[in-house]
């Protein structure tokens, strides 16, 4: 076994199980095109701070290079016995280069090389997962648009509730998904600062030159404190915390397909590209993308709590315990993004059955709000509107009617305010329409809702 990179202070070789038990490689090698960007910026400012040669710069940079290139193409395969991806690449420079591979790490400690690593990496990430939340959002709204008039019911406590559209139940998570964006980009900004140049901790006695190697990495500044630089995994939290958000909107989301897909509400199918069957019932056709969704959701929120958990009782400055973080937040990106790419599809070519939304919207009194504000805009006092409707609504279920069917003289027993014209005030069509107050569900008030929601998306 090769001498570790820290083995001068030690009298014998770590023992193997210790070794293995210690190393990162396994899933820190993802971040190899992170780790060599990170280090061609250090060299490059070494170079010009005159810390090493300009000569030595240049040729650690086309090492560097040259190692980028032939871990893309295949050519060079990580080593699953080292230590970590840092490590790796630092004994191939070396291998490559000798004594002039050996002076990159001068004024550099692995303390703030995994760090900025691992922003590099991350800053990328939010990129893609943003990318794909929008796509699912911009799908949303062009769903919304061919359904501004499609009446169903809305629900409290599950229980059908007040009349609304879909496409006033696809814009309220078309909003989370845009509150998700902002708080990626947010993310993004707290976490754009360069923690190089922290040292193992306490910065270096070299003159180096940490604005350098913040522009070149396109960060918005150095860390301002070098304690925090190394030690600081807030944005890891933070970002895994938005993605928790993110997907607690996709499991509520997933929840209520799977139940619209079932024969009790059927309200809508799923392609068969995105559904699968039973072993044993032939008949069955089952939303497990959406189930599978619901459980990851508890995976991403537990990779949450494992950060939070890790760092909630170290002293500054590294512990090793932080090595902890990578595969929690690895674990949640990769499951975000695994769950947002398959669902914008599965959403896409679903379809909705219009006739069974509507008849449900029919049933279960809906519209009892309604006939009580007919009363309110004929001159009764709310609460007694809303008992007289109640009253109504307890004679319908004792009969088997509806307040459509329930006779004229039913409702001009109880007062003489009610005339022929309270069907067409209680119709579902009206119910819907004259819901206009902004943020409503009438098809102009949701139309605004779209118009807004294009322009935050920028289509």
Known sequence: MADMMWAGRFSKQVDAGVNAFNSSIAFDGRMYRHDIQGSIAHATMLGDCGIITKEDSLTIIEGLKGILADIDSGKLELDPNAEDIHMF??????????????????????????????????????????????????????????????????????????????????MAYVWMLLRDMERLQDAGKRMNYCPLGSGALAGTTY??????????????????????????????????????????HLSRFSEEIIMWCSWEFKFVELDDAFATGSSIMPQKKNPDVTELIRGKTGRVNGDLVTLLTMMK????????????????????????????????????????????????????????????????????????????????????????????????ADYQAMTDLFTEDVYEAISLDTCVRERKSEGGPSPEAVKKQIALAEKALGI
């Open 89 to 170: 690449v630092e004994a191939e420079l070396t291998k490559r280069l000798g004594d002039v591979g050996k002076r990159l790490h001068t004024s550099r400690s692995r303390n703030d090389q995994v760090a900025v690593d691992l922003r590099l990496y991350l800053r990328d990430q939010i990129t893609e997962i943003y990318d794909m939340v929008k796509e699912l959002a911009v799908t949303l709204v062009k769903m919304a648009k061919e359904h501004t008039e499609t009446i169903m019911p809305g629900y409290t406590h599950l229980q059908r509730a007040q009349p609304i559209t879909l496409a006033h139940h696809l």
């Open 313 to 408: 009782g170290l002293p500054l400055a590294y512990n090793k315990d932080m090595q902890e973080d990578k595969e929690a937040i690895f674990d949640a990106v990769d499951n975000v993004k695994l769950c947002v790419k398959t669902f914008t599809p599965m959403l896409a070519t679903m379809r909705v059955i219009k006739e069974n939304m509507r008849n449900a919207a029919a049933k279960g009194f809906i519209n009892a709000t309604d006939c009580a504000d007919y009363l309110v805009k004929k001159g009764m006092p709310f609460r007694d509107a809303y008992k007289i409707t109640g009253t109504l609504v307890a004679q319908c279920i004792e009969k088997g009617l509806t307040l459509e069917t329930l006779p004229i």
């Open 207 to 248: 003159k180096t030159n940490r604005q350098q190697t913040s522009d070149l990495l396109g960060f918005t500044a150095p860390m301002p404190n070098s304690l925090d630089g190394v030690s600081d995994r807030d944005y890891c939290v933070e970002l895994c915390c938005a993605l928790s958000l993110l997907m607690t």
